[in-house]
């Protein structure tokens, strides 16, 4: 992608969050890529997560092999 596209990306983050009523309360937003993250979709894309207090996360007991 390039660097305008992923500013535009990410400038909308908010304003998605915003639109599923977790602006105020807060949201995770995650960037998956490659295998070792699971990824099934080659593109660029992103996930906003919220409605739920979410706790630290760690990369203790992943799955890697």
């Known amino acids: 992608p390039t660097r305008r596209s992923s500013d ?3 400038k909308a983050v908010p304003k998605i969050a915003e639109l599923k009523g977790v ?3 807060g949201f995770r937003v995650i960037v998956n890529t ?3 993250s699971a990824a099934t979709v080659k593109h660029l894309h992103v996930h906003v997560m919220g409605g739920v207090k979410f706790g630290r996360s760690t990369f203790e007991g992943s799955q890697r092999e």
């Open 8 to 10: 535009l990306l990410f």
């Open 34 to 36: 490659g295998e070792d």
């Open 23 to 25: 602006g105020e309360t």
